[in-house]
């Protein structure tokens, strides 16, 4: 624990101009991110007493080891500036909403030639336009199937629009009229294109216009006595308004407004958002969130409002935005969604008529939520307490093992040796830290041997981020070569290079001393090597941060080898154990007999899922590396050829065996080949080509290689 006063800034040193400001602990990792439109007074808070200061807010300034400001011209650019760092930081200080569950979206994607309407879930796409969420899938396909009579938009994959094209016959609903069928030629790209953006205007609110004109065709067709043309406009009515009924009006000034209701107690929060577009309800949506720092309900709205439209432009951002609570600054965020929108935005507290009404109504949501939230996580909390405990008492630790790691070895038959690494944190899995390996050190079967070489490398990564930012001292251990731990120079080679990582992520870890920064007047660039990680970045580092426990999936040969790699790099505060899967026997270094734990304890249950887990994932890489090898091509070896002029030559000839035949000056035709690497192209066919056809010996019939992705 830090004492604040180490790294007070000078009284003056601050400036009183508007910023934001960042708190990093003893490993440079940005804990905290905060603005202020006076950051003399705002940094100046946080260095009182102890004692007056929030017991969240005295945990973070404990925590912390520095303290650093960027000065910005207004509250908008530090608006702006403080939802970039959160984001790009995840400082774990900072109030993080989190979805309550994967809501599904009504995704138009207009980027394409032919847009496509089908259900989307997760991150957003560029060039996709979203309605929604829903609250089910189910809910979307109904909506979605009474409005293709009307709007017979492309609702196909990509693999049945290109076998329809290539067939020249159009699926099912191209058939009965739910699809215009561009697929076949029926509408133009054009055409087609007109049809999504109608889809898509009547979506976003604008159906009376819409719905008035097909009455009007319908009048003058019954008129003039086009009576089947007139029933099929009465009923792309009546579908158009069951659409409309299935959500209702609730404000019938045809409104565009989002409503944020906030329910919370002293240690948590849930946000629940309606989603309002042409005065109907048309998604609904809610977030949880843990109360780490000091925060009313004014700084929860402003971290929702961050969160919520920090990656919004356009209509995305509606005209107005009702709160519970005004944010600290609601010119500056006011302002700030302005910017987004491309207009005026109104932020304000409903205070009476059907606005307030509705927002009673999401504030009523949004206690629901937090009420089954706490439910559902206070069970889940006890669980997993009571299974580190008895993993700590069982294996003889000071303490429950907060950060465990597990490794496991994959192989196909001695080809493709691959392991993995997955972690989990307080007894949930933490997929952002996940790493796999690939066995370099030799070939063949041997998983002792294996799991040592990948202990080995993870835990040299470690000590390297110790000794890169001055934490460890080196003293290579009795009877050790003094090279195996002589840092990075002598860790350089292959064995060492490391796995290729799935996504960065932090973990908490011990207090490690690290010099004190009181000021950075500007954010700093790129630096010039991207391959060596900076010392103030503030980044998750990778290997940087220990487990308390490691756990291999394996008995007692895999166990020692894991102890035995910990014990050569001189490390000696990490526990080992492994899990045999014969009968789920737990192992420990040294030791001839295992630890057996109950079938019923819970402890055995969450290192079962953990082993699961890293077989899991180590599987899952491994096929991926036969695939890969399985669908190899002789083109892959060319040197300088990138994909896409091998698929350039593929498309050319149409298949390798074709490219094989041309000469050098027939693939010198194609675009952007040179004749260097035409020849390139020749040799490496010549060298791999096969001595005779290949024969079926089931059947006896010649193989044709007429593949373009193998030979």
Same mark, same amino acid.
């Given at each position: ?73 207004? #509250? ?25 569950? /994967? ?143 299935? /959500? ?26 309606? %989603? ?20 009313? *309900?004014?700084?929860?709205?402003? %971290? ?7 990656? #919004? ?33 109104? =932020? ?32 889940? =909390?006890?669980?997993? /307490? ?24 994959? %192989? ?48 040299? &990564? ?8 001055? #934490?460890? #001292? ?34 908490? *870890? ?23 990680? &900076? ?39 990490? !526990? ?54 399985? &669908? /190899? ?18 498309? %050319? ?33 010549? !060298? ?24």
């Amino acid at each position: 624990m830090a004492d604040p006063s180490s790294y007070r800034p000078k009284p003056g040193q601050i400036p009183d101009s508007p910023g934001v400001y960042k708190f990093r602990d003893e490993h440079r990792r940005v804990i905290y991110v905060g603005k202020a439109k006076n950051l003399r007074q705002r940094v100046a808070n946080y260095f009182q007493d102890l004692a007056n200061l929030h017991p969240r807010t005295r945990t973070m300034v404990t925590t912390a080891a520095s303290v650093e400001w960027t000065v910005v011209s207004t #509250e908008v650019e530090a608006l702006q500036l403080e939802y970039s760092w959160i984001k790009e930081f995840d400082p774990r200080f900072n109030v993080k909403y989190r979805d309550d569950k /994967s809501y599904p979206y009504l995704a138009v994607t207009l980027g394409e030639e032919f847009p496509r309407v089908q259900v989307m879930r997760g991150a957003k796409k560029k060039g996709v336009r979203y309605f929604g969420p829903y609250g089910h899938a189910w809910a979307i396909r109904e909506t979605v199937d009474l409005m293709l009579r009307v709007f017979p938009v492309r609702t196909c994959s990509a693999g049945v629009f290109k076998n329809a094209e290539r067939t020249g016959r159009p699926c099912l609903l191209g058939y009965i009229g739910k699809c215009s069928a561009p697929c076949v030629g029926r509408v133009t790209p054009e055409e087609h294109r007109e049809l999504a953006e109608d889809f898509c205007d009547f979506m976003a609110g604008r159906t009376g216009a819409y719905i008035r004109r097909l009455e009007k065709d319908m009048t003058r067709a019954a008129e003039e006595m086009e009576y089947e043309r007139a029933a099929r406009l009465r009923d792309d009515v009546g579908a158009l308004k069951r659409a409309m009924e299935k /959500s209702a009006v609730v404000l019938a000034d045809a409104t565009d407004a989002d409503l944020i209701a906030v329910a919370e107690d002293e240690l948590e929060a849930a946000l629940q958002i309606f %989603h309002v577009r042409g005065g109907r309800v048309r998604g609904q949506r809610g977030w949880v969130t843990d109360k780490v720092e000091a925060v009313d *309900t004014s700084g929860l709205v402003e %971290h929702a409002l961050q969160q919520l439209y920090g990656e #919004e432009r356009g209509d995305a951002v509606p005209k107005e935005v009702l709160v519970p609570a005004l944010p600290e600054d609601p010119e500056a965020v006011s302002q700030w969604l302005a910017e987004r929108r491309g207009s005026q935005v109104s =932020l304000r507290i409903p205070q009476r008529g059907d606005k307030k009404d509705l927002m009673a109504t999401v504030q009523r949501n949004a206690q629901q939520a937090l009420g089954l939230h706490k439910t559902k996580r206070a069970s889940d =909390l006890t669980t997993r /307490s009571r299974a580190l405990e008895e993993i700590a008492e069982a294996l003889g630790l000071d303490a429950a093992p907060l950060r465990i790691e597990c490794y496991d070895v994959s %192989h196909l038959q001695g080809d493709d040796v691959v392991a993995s690494m997955v972690v989990f944190e307080d007894g949930l899995a933490r997929k952002s830290e996940y790493r796999r390996f690939q066995i370099k050190g030799f070939e063949g079967q041997d998983d002792v041997r294996s799991m040592h070489e990948v202990i080995g490398r993870r835990f040299k &990564r470690y000590l390297q981020e110790k000794e890169r930012t001055g #934490e460890w #001292e080196e003293r290579p251990p009795a009877g050790s070569d003094p090279a195996a731990t002589a840092g990075p120079a002598a860790t350089a080679g292959p064995a060492a290079a490391g796995p290729a990582p799935t996504g960065p992520g932090p973990a908490p *870890t011990g207090p490690v001393p690290a010099p004190a920064v009181a000021a950075a007047p500007a954010v700093a660039a790129a630096p010039d090597d991207a391959t060596e990680p &900076r010392e103030d970045d503030g980044r998750p580092k990778r290997f940087a941060y220990p487990p308390q426990l490691v756990v291999v999936d394996g008995g007692q040969p895999q166990v020692a080898a894991a102890q035995r790699a910990l014990d050569e790099l001189g490390i000696d505060d990490i !526990a080992v154990c492994g899990l045999a899967k014969r009968l789920e026997e737990v192992w420990l270094p040294h030791d001839d007999d295992p630890v057996v734990l109950p079938r019923s304890s819970e402890g055995l249950y969450l290192l079962q899922r953990i082993r699961d887990e890293a077989h899991r994932f180590a599987i899952t890489y491994q096929r991926a590396k036969r695939a890969k090898r399985i &669908r /190899s091509s002789p083109l892959d070896d060319v040197a300088g050829l990138g994909e896409t002029r091998k698929q350039a030559l593929i498309k %050319h000839f149409g298949s390798v065996k074709k490219l094989r035949q041309a000469t050098i000056d027939e693939i010198c035709e194609v675009p952007g080949v040179g004749r260097r690497t035409a020849e390139s192209v020749a040799a490496a066919l010549a !060298a791999t080509a096969p001595a005779g056809p290949a024969v079926n010996t089931a059947t006896g019939e010649i193989i044709e290689e007429d593949d373009g992705g193998s030979s």
